[in-house]
């Protein structure tokens, strides 16, 4: 009698791009998969192709190899290991979930390689569809809520299912599934709400999640809290990026900051996204507090700096004005916060695109806490309002199978397949999007230990009087380039490559100390 329990793996198929285990984003929907699959005694194994190559995966008789995608290359790599199994063994069942394929569970299905679709959360649906396949009983899929599959060839899509009461989940997440020692892992991820009220026009969310959003009670946070510092002591960073707004109820968050600083949990770094008209709710005495307890990181998706483009084009529902008192109010606060914007819209305009630029500048100017992380092309996302949008009336023309879709290069299509602007803008938006780099300071830094007591940089290992020089040069290249919208021929970045390369820093800096101490004083 064979008493070996039942298996499946779980693979997150984001590109292989890092080797410092203490800076890896895990892949939080497959923990939670991985919770709900051992809660009915189950075994699950993970690989995250983020941190693991594709040489790691062990082939086994799983009951099925599980996958999540995004739109663009996490489809094509994913693609890549549902074939190996494919090969292995016909046989073992594959499932395929995430924002893509929700959105497209039919024509995903339509792929060869792929047998179901969880559609929307998978907590529940994948524990029945794991019944369903113990029991070899093709007749209980249809019951099943949240699925799609294939059966002789015939697609059928089930209902959707309600989705998941936050406060039932399970905080206790399996990350020990991930596969390395994480004794000495300095961030984690902690998944407090989902969905978003909001509709801005580019966001799945509106599909996905049809503007509902639910959370996670401040007491249970608390909980999950403290299981994941007392549990890996060595973590001094919190990341809650994994869910789209944290700010939206703001008397949860005071009381899950009021708890912290009653339970005297120790002071962590952390970084969550925020909407500018969220933070005109947040009270002072909220952000105060949040100051005084924590080291916080806030991320805001600005867009742009026209009120047209946010208004008839965006749908994002927040005012310029917001953004620049809302910077100016962090600031006040000396709280980091980093800001996204997006460029080469349908219908935006070149001056349009210059009040954006314009913006940035101003607000660099106006503040040292303050920062963007990219002028991001935009890329037209399956099931969103700008989608629909430049397909009727940019003939725009789409991906029309999962294969193809996989080399949706996101932020980077081919200016060609941009039918919704000009060649001319769009080749700007593409020079803007690359070359714009304002993610550090504007440099504004009057001296040396400006520099190296800026809160964006105390305490960091790169502090050196080397990039104190890199960061005046690279600033005064970009502040030049902001004011020209002259964005081609990015040797600043090329240079500094070549020099980093070489790796020179650290004799460049004992050049200086040696031979110009004087100098650096007076910095």
């Given at each position: 009698?064979?008493?070996?329990?039942?298996?499946?793996?779980?693979?997150?198929?984001?590109?292989?791009?890092?080797?410092?285990?203490?800076?890896?984003?895990f892949?939080v929907?497959?923990?939670?998969?991985?919770?709900?699959?051992?809660?009915?005694?189950?075994?699950?194994?993970?690989?995250d192709l983020?941190?693991?190559?594709?040489?790691?995966?062990?082939?086994?008789?799983?009951?099925?190899?599980?996958?999540?995608?995004?739109?663009?290359?996490?489809?094509?790599?994913?693609?890549?290991?549902?074939?190996?199994?494919?090969?292995?063994?016909?046989?073992?069942?594959?499932v395929?979930?995430?924002?893509?394929?929700?959105?497209?569970?039919?024509?995903?299905l339509?792929?060869?390689?792929?047998?179901?679709v969880?559609?929307?959360?998978?907590?529940?649906?994948?524990k029945?569809?794991?019944?369903?396949?113990?029991?070899?009983?093709?007749?209980?899929?249809?019951?099943i809520?949240?699925?799609?599959?294939?059966?002789?060839?015939?697609?059928?899509?089930?209902?959707?299912?309600?989705?998941?009461?936050?406060?039932?989940?399970?905080?206790?997440?399996?990350?020990h599934?991930?596969?390395?020692?994480?004794?000495?892992?300095?961030?984690?991820?902690?998944?407090?709400?989902?969905?978003?009220?909001?509709?801005?026009?580019?966001?799945?969310?509106?599909?996905?999640?049809?503007?509902?959003?639910?959370?996670?009670?401040?007491?249970l946070?608390?909980?999950?809290?403290?299981?994941?510092?007392?549990?890996?002591?060595?973590?001094?960073?919190?990341?809650?990026?994994?869910?789209?707004?944290?700010?939206?109820?703001?008397k949860?968050?005071?009381?899950?900051f009021?708890?912290?600083?009653?339970?005297?949990?120790?002071?962590?770094?952390?970084?969550?996204?925020?909407?500018?008209?969220?933070?005109?709710r947040?009270?002072?005495?909220?952000?105060?507090?949040?100051?005084?307890?924590?080291?916080?990181?806030?991320?805001?998706?600005?867009?742009?700096?026209?009120?047209?483009?946010?208004?008839?084009?965006?749908?994002?529902?927040?005012?310029i004005?917001?953004?620049?008192?809302?910077?100016?109010?962090?600031?006040e606060?000396?709280?980091n916060?980093?800001?996204?914007?997006?460029?080469?819209?349908?219908t935006?305009?070149?001056?349009?695109l210059?009040?954006?630029?314009?913006?940035?500048?101003?607000?660099?100017?106006?503040?040292?806490?303050f920062?963007?992380?990219?002028?991001?092309?935009?890329?037209?996302?399956?099931?969103?309002?700008?989608?629909?949008?430049?397909?009727?009336?940019?003939n725009?023309?789409?991906?029309?199978?999962l294969?193809?879709?996989?080399?949706?290069?996101?932020?980077?299509?081919?200016?060609?397949?941009?039918?919704?602007?000009?060649?001319?803008?769009?080749?700007f938006?593409?020079?803007?999007?690359?070359?714009?780099?304002?993610?550090?300071?504007?440099?504004?830094?009057?001296?040396?230990?400006?520099?190296?007591?800026?809160?964006?940089?105390?305490?960091?290992?790169?502090?050196?009087?080397?990039?104190?020089?890199?960061?005046?040069?690279?600033?005064?290249?970009?502040?030049?380039?902001?004011?020209?919208?002259?964005?081609?021929?990015?040797?600043?970045?090329?240079?500094?490559?070549?020099?980093?390369?070489l790796q020179q820093?650290?004799?460049?800096?004992?050049?200086i100390?040696?031979?110009?101490?004087?100098f650096?004083?007076?910095?």
């Open positions: 009698m064979n008493n070996k329990k039942p298996s499946v793996l779980l693979v997150n198929p984001e590109e292989y791009n890092i080797s410092n285990m203490n800076s890896c984003r892949p929907s497959l923990l939670y998969i991985a919770g709900s699959l051992e809660s009915i005694d189950i075994e699950v194994n993970i690989v983020k941190i693991n190559t594709i040489d790691e995966i062990v082939f086994d008789d799983y009951l099925f190899v599980g996958i999540t995608m995004l739109t663009g290359k996490m489809i094509k790599e994913g693609l890549n290991v549902l074939q190996l199994f494919k090969d292995y063994n016909p046989d073992i069942p594959t395929i979930g995430g924002v893509h394929p929700t959105l497209l569970a039919e024509q995903s339509k792929n060869e390689l792929v047998d179901f969880v559609m929307g959360e998978g907590e529940e649906t994948i029945e569809l794991s019944n369903a396949l113990l029991l070899n009983d093709v007749n209980l899929f249809q019951d809520k949240g699925l799609a599959y294939k059966v002789d060839n015939k697609i059928h899509i089930n209902s959707g299912r309600v989705p998941s009461n936050m406060d039932e989940l399970p905080i206790h997440l399996p990350y599934l991930i596969g390395h020692d994480l004794s000495q892992v300095k961030l984690l991820p902690l998944h407090t709400s989902r969905g978003c009220p909001f509709r801005c026009a580019f966001c799945y969310n509106v599909a996905v999640n049809e503007r509902k959003y639910r959370t996670k009670s401040a007491s946070v608390i909980q999950e809290l403290d299981y994941i510092l007392k549990k890996y002591p060595n973590v001094i960073t919190i990341d809650f990026q994994a869910e789209d707004e944290f700010f939206i109820y703001p949860r968050i005071k009381q899950l009021e708890a912290i600083e009653e339970q005297k949990i120790k002071k962590i770094h952390w970084s969550a996204f925020l909407r500018w008209d969220t933070l005109s947040v009270d002072d005495d909220l952000l105060n507090l949040i100051y005084e307890i924590s080291f916080p990181v806030f991320s805001l998706g600005s867009e742009s700096g026209n009120q047209r483009v946010l208004d008839e084009i965006i749908i994002k529902d927040i005012k004005n917001q953004i620049i008192e809302g910077t100016l109010r962090l600031t606060k000396k709280i916060h980093i800001s996204s914007f997006m460029c080469c819209l349908p935006e305009s070149l001056d349009e210059k009040d954006t630029l314009k913006l940035v500048r101003h607000l660099y100017e106006e503040s040292l806490y920062s963007i992380n990219g002028i991001f092309m935009f890329n037209p996302i399956p099931g969103t309002h700008l989608f629909d949008r430049v397909v009727k009336d940019f725009f023309n789409p991906p029309q199978n294969i193809d879709w996989g080399d949706y290069e996101m932020g980077m299509l081919p200016i060609d397949a941009i039918t919704w602007q000009t060649k001319r803008h769009a080749l938006c593409q020079d803007l999007s690359n070359w714009a780099k304002l993610g550090k300071p504007f440099a504004y830094f009057r001296t040396y230990n400006d520099f190296i007591n800026d809160p964006k940089h105390k305490n960091t290992i790169n502090d050196t009087f080397f990039n104190f020089l890199k960061y005046i040069f690279m600033s005064a290249i970009q502040r030049l380039r902001y004011k020209t919208m002259f964005f081609k021929y990015p040797f600043e970045f090329e240079l500094i490559r070549q020099i980093e390369r820093p650290k004799r460049l800096q004992r050049l100390n040696k031979f110009f101490p004087a650096k004083s007076q910095m």
